[in-house]
């Protein structure tokens, strides 16, 4: 497992993600199956080599690497598994294969949403998402007994809790609960058994 995957499974459990749905990817015959995949945030895929030959799954497009994941040379037989805990159409490839492409959309019900429009999941939305100074939270008319919600860092840190009353939305104005400006970068927002990632830019 990569540096990056071991990372993002690790804040999956701090949040209380551990239990998403791992959707399965075969490698066989020169060939991801199947080649496009859709999945929810915070859920993992996990590629399997099913051939003989050696394969990789390596993010990218075009035979280069973003950084985001390499699983590293798979055996038959061998398993890699890569966490997706924010919105995004991902490309990858096989390093020894150019022939060989995939893409993983996530998003809320496994479609992808428009990048700064807005993220829903599964009964709250955020809007605007990516946001600068604040954003609003649109709560869904199923609720659980709490009725406030948790952001967290991408260290699985709590930053922040926001009541919502008897509201229909709640605003988190960038601000941890001393009051603190947070730093741009990514979030989770907890309400209930909920999670939806948010993103702050500079």
């Given at each position: 497992?990569?540096r990056?995957?071991?990372?993002v ?8 993600l551990?239990g ?26 996990v ?21 985001l994941?390499?699983s590293?040379?798979?055996s038959?037989g061998?398993?890699f ?22 893409v ?6 496994g ?6 429009s807005?993220t ?6 955020s ?35 926001l ?38 830019l500079?």
């Amino acid at each position: 497992m990569s540096r990056i995957s071991a990372y993002v499974v690790a804040l999956l459990t701090a949040i209380g993600l551990a239990g998403a749905t791992q959707v399965p990817v075969s490698i066989v015959d020169f060939a991801f199956s199947p080649d496009t995949v859709r999945v929810n945030v915070g859920d993992s895929v996990v590629w399997t080599n099913n051939g003989a030959a050696i394969h990789t799954s390596t993010s990218g497009a075009n035979g280069v690497w973003d950084s985001l994941w390499d699983s590293g040379n798979l055996s038959h037989g061998a398993t890699f598994v890569h966490g997706f805990p924010a919105n995004g159409t991902f490309s990858y490839f096989c390093r020894h294969h150019a022939s060989m492409k995939g893409v993983v959309v996530v998003g809320t019900g496994g479609v992808n949403e428009t990048p700064g429009s807005g993220t829903t999941a599964r009964g709250i939305a955020s809007y605007p998402n990516p946001f600068r100074t604040a954003m609003v939270i649109r709560l869904g008319p199923t609720r659980p007994d709490s009725r406030v919600l948790s952001v967290f860092n991408a260290s699985g840190n709590l930053v922040r809790k926001l009541d919502a009353g008897r509201s229909a939305s709640v605003v988190w104005d960038g601000r941890d609960g001393r009051g603190q400006e947070t730093g741009p970068g990514l979030y989770f927002v907890r309400y209930g058994s909920v999670v939806l990632a948010v993103t702050r830019l500079r």
